[in-house]
């Protein structure tokens, strides 16, 4: 009997704890360890963890010694409503309040590209109305591009080159993950082409020179457009 009361009590607590998921979706993303509780109840007693990922796992035991454990994940609508308040991305929260530069500059993950924009003198730009969709890089990504070419790159005298590049990062228009079909060609802002490759959730993007970009982070939505976090500097032909 006790293991029947223990497991509609815990079905009960996950499902308040799925409808509260929403609204406590932006504290989760600002603190790296999980959310716990410890409830006891009617002889029971359980124990809660709620991840940053929104999964919550659930122990019980009861005064007869039975147990049980159950976990459960966020529903997609939850999720959403997770990015709707900001996404955390290199230490820092991008809010859907801030343009596009001034949720970059936050991110401890895009220093080489915030002072590359600033050397191309693109900041005014990706601080306009667009909107625009952009696909940033981290310092890992360009970290991955061959020694000395960022040096290189921001020298004034390249200044060229690097706009170049940058600008085949940008795309015209708000372009979420959702948004995103498999082979999908978009143009970018540069002039030259990106393909889209999906598989379920996993969004991947082939340049123009066979590179091949992932989406680490999706759909960071800006004031004015949408950023995706990707893993590789992707390069036009020219």
Avoid: C, W
Wanted: hydrophobic share 40%; aromatic share 2%; glycine share 8%.
């Amino acid at each position: 009997m006790n293991k029947h009361i223990l497991s509609a009590f815990a079905l009960a607590a996950l499902f308040s704890l799925g409808t509260a998921t929403s609204s406590t979706a932006q504290s989760m993303a600002t603190k790296s360890d999980a959310e716990k509780s410890k409830t006891k109840e009617d002889g029971m007693v359980s124990k809660t963890k709620m991840g940053d990922d929104g999964k919550t796992k659930m122990k019980g035991k009861a005064d007869d010694g039975s147990k049980m454990k159950a976990k459960t994940k966020p529903m997609a609508g939850d999720m959403a409503m997770s990015n709707s308040a900001g996404v955390m991305v290199g230490g820092a929260m991008m809010v859907p309040s801030k343009d596009i530069v001034d949720n970059a500059v936050n991110s401890t993950d895009h220093t080489t590209l915030v002072s590359a924009v600033k050397a191309a003198g693109l900041v005014e730009t990706l601080k306009g109305a667009g909107p625009f969709t952009v696909f940033a890089p981290t310092n890992a990504a360009f970290n991955k591009l061959p020694a000395g070419t960022v040096n290189t790159l921001v020298m004034p005298e390249n200044k060229a080159k690097l706009t170049t590049i940058l600008t085949y990062h940008v795309v015209p228009g708000r372009l979420t993950a959702a948004d995103l079909k498999d082979g999908q060609v978009l143009t970018t802002v540069e002039g030259e082409t990106l393909t889209v490759m999906k598989k379920g959730d996993s969004v991947m993007l082939h340049d123009a020179k066979g590179g091949m970009a992932t989406v680490t982070i999706p759909n960071i939505i800006d004031s004015n457009g949408v950023t995706h976090v990707i893993d590789t500097v992707l390069m036009p032909t020219k």
